[in-house]
């Protein structure tokens, strides 16, 4: 299958998952160990406010691949200027419903019609994993960058707990399966450093976001996931971006400047 056609597919699947994507957001507030997709975001939230001010008067934000627009909300809140785009008019149609006053535009990640040097920060959250090639998407995040501003991009691992990169290969062999069937792409920490200095990145560090295995108790043994999850967040504290170990972990957050 051609990348054009692969890229297409990531973002009609997601178009088919709009609804739900949103909703799978809804109970971060009430309860962020529900299940592993909130705790996921629990995290990265935790590790993107390490990054970004409390108070974005005057800043200009960018979320590239912005889906329905949960991430640009928390920053749009704290009075950020922001533009999100995506490859797919369903998710921006969710986006657009609960975040009037937004900007969004339809567009494939490769190509942003969004000017030169102007964002402070750029997000691009889960978007790579769906690229059959990075690099493209990478530059145009640089791109759009301010020189001296931070581009705050997560990757997935290859050598995650989850074993989801197994997971995803065998599925996509099958005829048919309860789980997505669209391939996904799978970095390194080094392979995703190489990328980002290719793409003009000078300054960058990559983290663990979040590790262990709560993806298929959340399919097994769904009960004792919230608990299992609460305690689990401190061990995550301890490993998920220590050094080796943040190779296992199930999201990278890379954290690059110019
Ligand atoms: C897993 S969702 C993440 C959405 C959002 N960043 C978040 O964290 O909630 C991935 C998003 O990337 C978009 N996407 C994937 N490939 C794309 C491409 N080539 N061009 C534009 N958008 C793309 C999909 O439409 C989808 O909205």
């Known amino acids: 299958m051609s990348d054009e056609i ?9 178009s088919d998952q709009a609804e739900l994507f949103a909703n799978r957001y809804e109970v971060i507030n009430q309860n962020p160990y529900q299940n592993s997709f909130v ?15 409390a108070d974005g008067k005057g800043l200009k934000m960018a979320d590239i691949g912005c889906g329905t627009g949960y991430h640009l909300r928390r920053y749009y809140d704290r009075g950020f200027e922001i533009t999100g785009v995506d490859g797919s008019e369903e998710m921006l149609k969710q986006a657009r419903i609960a975040n009037p006053g937004i900007e969004f535009i339809q567009t494939d990640v490769d190509t942003v019609p969004l000017p030169s040097e102007t964002y402070d920060y750029t997000l691009c959250i889960e978007v790579l994993r769906y690229l059959p090639d990075i690099l493209p998407c990478l530059k145009e995040i640089k791109r759009v960058t301010k020189k001296g501003g931070t581009a705050l991009i997560t990757a997935a691992p290859t050598f995650q707990s989850t074993l989801y990169p197994i997971v995803n290969k065998i599925v996509m062999m099958k005829k048919k399966s309860n789980l997505t069937q669209l391939k996904q792409y799978f970095h390194t920490a ?41 305690v689990w967040d401190h061990v995550d504290n301890l490993t998920a971006d220590a050094p080796i170990l943040k190779n296992f972990s199930n999201m990278f957050l890379i954290v690059a400047k110019y």
């Open 190 to 230: 080094g392979e995703l450093r190489e990328a980002s200095q290719k793409a003009g990145f000078t300054d960058i560090e990559i983290h663990g976001v979040y590790g262990g295995n709560s993806i298929w108790l959340d399919r097994l043994l769904p009960v004792v996931v919230p608990p299992f999850l609460k």
């Open 6 to 14: 692969q890229k297409q597919l990531a973002i009609d699947t997601h």
């Open 39 to 53: 705790y996921s975001r629990k995290r990265l939230n935790e590790w993107l406010d390490k990054y970004i001010p």
